[in-house]
């Protein structure tokens, strides 16, 4: 667990006790003697720490805390990016328990995400028949028209299962706001909520379910994953071939977003659950945790994928660390180890560049291994090229291992900014050997891709292949493209170079 020297010692042991329960009942009790300065300043150190988890832990309470002192304040403090959706839900929750007028008021003025959350919050609560009118009048249009189509607000605790019958009569061809309803209902029954999402047959309605995923999560993050859990690996291997637009296993849609949710709250709980699920979901659920850890504890991930022997399990781990890891040094120079894996590595090195571009050239600059070097350059020469070809031209004849291929790929993308320089720097090299390479790779390329064109092109770059061996193997390839073009004189020509003819 995260420690900092400004946080209270009875704060960090009360953020680790294991039950959830129990955990937020000492926090309660610890913040039931602090005051709004002293909330406040633990919040900001709160949020300066990189753990989630931590965050997650204590993030609520105070919140809640704040609220009694200026619900205002708690409000957008969440809203600013300190806390997320549950946190919102527990700020209104309290405020609307004290104040229903002024917390509803004050939802008024929120932007439509947080005040559809707001409203569902406020409308979860046993309001009176007048309380209820009352809020939607104020909340119930607009944006949030939806909400009083289907009819969410004037459902209470005991039928929300009518609620949803209702409004999928009403709604049978347009099920764009029924993840509302569903969500509505998660936060309030989840299991119920999700044996009805587990109904639903249609491609479509994934959205439904992960909704009823995230508003479970968002109240119990172990809750949605150990539900999916229950599914047998006979069960759900039927389910996959179940033939049409049927809906694959739950678990294929929906194990990645819960077990996501579970790790971003509970990283240790979410690796050891992770081998007691079903095999089916074993590897989706790998999915969901890898992101959590790419982009929360990238050392976890890291782990993850040294502990890991499945080829595949493996790529989806670096999968997940191209799209979502802040990259440095040790992360790549860790990369540059996975000698098993060069496509994906690549890839990796690849969303590094796109990451921070100066990062990546600095350390691909320092590496000492020719073949290293090789495969991250191969990462990101397309993207260099793209920027400035000619000197990308200069940089990539630096290269001892790969360097011809790299040349190959600087012209593909110079040629299309200006093709007879970049013809040009080709016919120009100095080595013989290297420019017959790299010319006959060229001309391989253009005929697949573009053809030669009205300006000579391919023809410069055949005289440039000075080697009798790739000389016949680029005339070969003439012969067969004039051969589809049906030019016959082009291919009498180079048929008879490809021979050997003079």
Do not use: C
């Not at 993030?59 to 957008?76: I, K, N, Q, T, W």
Request: no cysteine.
């Amino acid at each position: 667990m995260p420690v900092a020297e400004e946080l209270p010692d009875a704060l960090i042991d009360a953020a680790g006790v294991a039950d959830r329960f129990e955990r937020e009942a000492a926090l309660y009790r610890f913040l039931a003697e602090v005051d709004q300065a002293a909330v406040l300043a633990i919040l900001d150190t709160v949020g300066a720490l990189p753990e989630p988890s931590f965050r997650a832990a204590v993030s609520g309470p105070l919140y809640v805390r704040l609220a009694h002192f200026d619900p205002e304040a708690a409000v957008e403090g969440v809203l600013a990016g300190s806390g997320g959706p549950s946190d919102l839900v527990v700020v209104i929750r309290a405020w609307a328990h004290v104040d229903l007028a002024a917390a509803v008021a004050h939802a008024t003025m929120l932007q439509p995400p947080a005040r559809k959350i707001a409203t569902r919050t406020v409308l979860e609560l046993d309001l009176s028949a007048a309380q209820r009118d009352f809020v939607l009048n104020e909340l119930g249009g607009g944006e949030n028209g939806s909400l009083t189509d289907m009819e969410v607000v004037s459902a209470v605790r005991d039928t929300w299962a009518a609620a949803w019958s209702k409004a999928m009569r009403a709604k049978a061809d347009d099920r764009r706001h029924l993840a509302e309803l569903a969500a509505a209902w998660a936060a309030l029954d989840p299991v119920a909520a999700m044996e009805m999402a587990a109904q639903l047959t249609t491609l479509k309605d994934v959205r439904i379910q992960k909704a009823v995923v995230e508003a479970w999560g968002a109240n119990d993050p172990r809750g949605p994953i150990s539900w999916l859990a229950q599914y047998s690996e006979a069960a759900l291997e039927d389910r996959l071939a179940s033939p049409g637009e049927s809906l694959l296993p739950l678990d294929f849609n929906l194990a990645p977003l819960a077990m996501r949710i579970l790790a971003d709250n509970d990283p240790d709980g979410s690796v050891s659950l992770l081998q007691d699920l079903p095999k089916p979901m074993r590897r989706r659920s790998l999915l969901g945790l890898a992101d959590s850890f790419a982009k929360n504890q990238p050392d976890r991930a890291i782990t993850l994928y040294e502990s890991l022997e499945d080829p595949e399990a493996k790529r989806d781990i670096l999968r997940a660390m191209a799209l979502h890891t802040a990259w440095d040094r040790g992360k790549l120079d860790w990369l540059m180890s996975l000698r098993e894996q060069p496509e994906p590595v690549e890839h990796t090195i690849e969303a590094a560049y796109l990451q921070d571009r100066a990062l990546v050239l600095g350390w691909l600059a320092e590496l000492d291994d020719p073949d290293r070097r090789a495969v991250a350059a191969a990462a990101i020469v397309d993207h260099e090229a793209e920027r400035d070809p000619r000197a990308t031209w200069r940089w990539a004849g630096g290269f001892e291992a790969e360097r011809d291929a790299l040349l190959v790929r600087v012209y593909r993308q110079w040629y299309t900014a200006d093709e007879q320089v970049a013809t040009r720097a080709i016919v120009d090299m100095p080595n013989r050997e290297s420019r017959a390479r790299v010319a006959s790779k060229a001309i391989e390329w253009l005929l697949h891709v573009e053809g030669p064109q009205d300006s000579g092109t391919g023809e410069r770059l055949f005289k440039a292949v000075d080697s009798k061996a790739l000389r016949r193997e680029a005339a070969r390839r003439f012969v067969d493209y004039f051969t589809d073009t049906g030019d016959e004189r082009a291919v009498d020509h180079y048929r008879s170079l490809a021979s050997g003819d003079p």
